[in-house]
């Protein structure tokens, strides 16, 4: 079953600004998980959170974590042409084997 | 370069083909999956191996058959697909299942089209 839901599933942005994209999810997790995916080809992972953290730094990444919400958001700081790409979360559960993906967001630039 | 290497990169079959998708991954991980993304539609897991072991089939129709010969080597064997079966095949590989609190690499994936 679909277990994450980004929001929202299209984001176009200019050059310096900051991109936000959220996630939310229906069932308890292990961790949650960002991908980006240039169009056509593989999945890069970005950058994981466990379920006992709240927020999560990495580059110009910023990612957060709510799970009394079941949510969470990446922020993508100073957006820059070359990180147009669709991103996705992705959930691991309890239990499961599963990482478990959304439909994703598109971000895109304005020219 | 992830580590993940699927050949081919693009493949067309008929309905009544057989052949054979590749994925070899050089990072000394113990897991590995196929994925299935269709156009507008969430990723869908299909099989999950962990230590070579098959731990996970999603309800995957019999026509796709994974087999796990060694820790790097990952098929997904094809045969009397539909055309609703076209999409791009993801291979990926994680050092434990990803529930463990590890990160999943993906290979370039194989853009399957039945015609």
């Known amino acids: 079953s679909q277990q994450g839901e980004e929001d929202p599933q299209a984001l176009s942005i200019q050059e310096g600004e900051n991109a936000t994209m959220n996630c939310s999810y229906k069932t308890s997790i292990n961790n949650l998980q960002w991908y980006r995916q240039n169009s056509g080809r593989g999945l890069v992972h970005l950058i994981l959170?466990?379920?006992?953290?709240r927020e999560k730094h990495s580059g110009r990444l910023r990612v957060t974590l709510d799970t009394s919400k079941k949510s969470s958001s990446l922020l993508i700081t100073a957006f820059r042409a070359a990180d147009t790409a669709s991103y996705f979360c992705a959930t691991a559960g309890a239990g499961s084997y599963q990482l478990t993906f959304g439909k994703g967001t598109k971000l895109s630039v304005i020219p | 370069e992830t580590g993940v290497t699927q050949t081919p990169r693009h493949l067309v079959m008929g309905m009544t083909n057989k052949k054979s998708l590749k994925c070899e991954q050089h990072?000394?991980?113990?897991?590995m999956y196929w994925y299935k993304q269709s156009a507008k539609k969430p990723l869908e897991l299909m099989f999950v191996?962990?230590?070579?072991?098959?731990?996970e089939n999603n309800s995957v129709p019999s026509r796709f058959s994974p087999e796990c010969p060694n820790s790097s080597h990952l098929f997904l064997h094809l045969h009397t697909l539909q055309p609703e079966d076209s999409a791009l095949y993801l291979c990926?590989?994680?050092?434990?299942?990803?529930?463990?609190?590890?990160?999943?690499?993906f290979g370039q994936g194989t853009r399957l089209t039945v015609v």
């Open positions: 191996y962990s230590l070579e072991e098959r731990v």
């Open positions: 990072l000394g991980h113990n897991a």
């Open positions: 959170i466990r379920s006992n953290e």
């Open positions: 990926a590989s994680s050092q434990d299942p990803v529930v463990m609190n590890t990160e999943a690499f």
